[in-house]
């Protein structure tokens, strides 16, 4: 009876798949590479939005609004309204895979969470003075992230974790 083996090397982690049965060994080694690159063979390819994560593509995470908030903003005692409005920018772009963001959007996440007053904010002002903290940048009336402000975002949202 034969013996097959894939042994897979980099770095200093290595990892090895043996058995006596081929189809096996090949069967792992496809569930393997696809939790680990995302890839997988022609046959097994699916359409976009599978949940298969392949290379150079960004993941979709879901988590609602209310949720982010309590967790990310209103527990870590950040009440800035501009960095409010950066870390809801950083929500729609990475949560919910938008590229362009209207300010009434954002506003409109201000009055999901049931921010206090959420009414009398002038998401204008607002989004102006995250922008001269250059965390923000305004194109067309749509906002995005700068590469700042999605810096200065992660670290706040990895403090204290």
């Known amino acids: 009876m034969e013996h ?6 980099k770095g200093q982690a290595q990892l090895e798949i ?14 393997f590479s696809n939790r680990v690159y995302g890839e997988t063979t022609d046959n097994d390819r699916k359409k976009p939005g599978d949940g298969i994560l392949r290379k150079n593509q960004t993941p979709t995470m879901k988590m609602p609004i209310n949720e982010f ?13 501009p960095d409010i409005a950066t870390i809801f920018v950083f929500y729609l772009s990475k949560y919910e895979d938008k590229k362009e963001i209207p300010a009434i959007e954002i506003k409109d996440l201000f ?16 989004l102006n003075k995250a922008k001269r903290k250059a965390l923000l940048n305004s194109v067309n009336n749509s906002w995005a992230l ?5 810096d200065y975002v992660m670290n706040l949202l990895s403090e204290n974790e």
């Not at 097959?4 to 090397?9: C, H, R, S, V």
């Not at 908030?69 to 309204?81: A, D, N, P, T, V």
């Not at 700068?146 to 999605?150: H, P, Q, S, V």
């Open 146 to 150: 700068t590469i700042t402000g999605e």
């Open 111 to 126: 009055k999901d969470v049931q921010y206090p007053g959420w009414n009398g904010i002038n998401i204008s002002d607002v």
């Open 69 to 81: 908030y309590r967790k990310f903003i209103h527990e870590k005692k950040i009440s800035s309204r």
């Open 18 to 31: 043996s058995s006596h049965d081929k189809n096996w060994v090949e069967s792992k080694f496809e569930e």
């Open 4 to 9: 097959y083996k894939i042994q897979i090397t």
